[in-house]
């Protein structure tokens, strides 16, 4: 299982993708059609409900904001972990988290996005 390359393509594709027709063809691809995103504040289960969640998101981020691995995806026996931060193209981050994926078949079944605590 390479968790490095679709931990990427979730972040890159799904959550790095403004265009809903762009992002529920990629979110086919990466995730299992009865899968589940859990976030912070909300939860959202099957293709088209993890498509509206990420746009409820995109919509609360500056257009110019783009999502940026910190470091490569690493998983083993089904589960994989990406930090990322999001922020100004080639500027600071503005937030950071961490995405905890269970994976069975290939595809993302459960996302678990943490999201880092700011600075006092």
């Known amino acids: 299982m390479d968790f490095e390359k679709l931990m990427q393509a979730n972040l890159d594709l799904v959550f790095g993708e403004r265009d809903p027709t762009q992002r529920i063809s990629a979110i086919r691809n990466i ?3 009865n899968a589940e995103l859990h976030e912070p504040e909300r939860s959202a289960r099957g293709h088209e409900a993890i498509s509206q969640a990420v746009t409820d998101v995109l919509e609360h981020l500056p257009p110019d904001f783009v999502f940026t691995a910190i470091r ?22 503005a937030v950071t988290g961490t995405d905890v994926a269970h994976v069975e078949g290939g595809l993302i079944r459960t996302l678990h996005v943490f999201l880092d605590q700011s600075e006092p």
């Open 31 to 33: 995730y299992d059609e």
């Open 72 to 93: 490569p995806a690493l998983g083993h026996n089904g589960v994989g972990r990406l930090q990322w931060g999001a922020g100004p193209a080639g500027g600071p981050f």
